[in-house]
């Protein structure tokens, strides 16, 4: 008799990460839509997922950032997602968030376990806002805790040390930190 194990949030996202990682060892789509074969000379990429809590309560979150440096191309290619929800958000009306573009990831300061991902995030659905990611891996799971920042508005150049993209509405300030309550960040080098 088979039985199923149901599919974890950790479990999804590691596998999501692994894919794209996967994905990009064996094809790289050029401009012009042909596969050309590369190869991965460096890597780097960062998966959290779970929840914390947020001034208004709870947060969920995942999120998913990589950096690959392809033999024969200058410049690396960096991939990632993010969805996060607040259900209380800023003045007590919903919050999501979603990546639209994903301009930068890497080390964040001195730290060897965090990473910073950078770019545009939508709100509700609506604009192009720059946003910038601090994850924190505090050690293996259940020794200590992992933490995050996100930022959406004009500050998010604090969090990530780059220039708030062109053309980003920075209209919106958006502040969360603290300590996961469930979940986990898991950085990578490769």
């Known amino acids: 008799m088979k039985t199923s194990t149901p599919t974890t949030r950790r479990s999804a996202i590691t596998g999501l990460g692994a894919g794209v990682a996967g994905l990009a060892t064996f094809s790289l789509i050029t401009p012009n839509g042909a596969a050309a074969s590369a190869a991965i000379s460096s890597g780097a990429g960062a998966v959290a997922g779970g929840s914390l809590e947020g ?16 033999d024969d191309v200058p410049d690396p ?10 259900p209380a958000g800023m003045d007590g009306e919903p919050l999501t968030i979603a990546l639209v573009t994903l301009t ?21 659905g609506e604009g192009e806002h720059p946003f910038g990611l601090r994850l924190v891996e505090g050690g293996e799971i259940g020794t200590s805790a992992d933490s995050l920042r996100l930022v959406v508005g004009p500050a998010a150049a604090q969090v990530t040390g780059t220039a708030v993209p062109d053309g980003a509405d920075a209209g919106l300030d958006y502040d969360v930190e603290g300590e996961l309550t469930t979940g986990n960040v898991q950085v990578v080098t490769f």
């Open 77 to 86: 290619v960096v991939q990632g997602a993010l969805a996060w929800h607040d």
């Open 104 to 124: 930068a990831y890497g080390p964040a300061g001195d730290d060897d376990n965090a990473r910073v991902l950078a770019g545009t995030v939508s709100v509700n």
């Open 55 to 70: 001034p208004n309560g709870p947060i969920q979150f995942s999120a998913f950032g990589s950096r690959l440096q392809l």
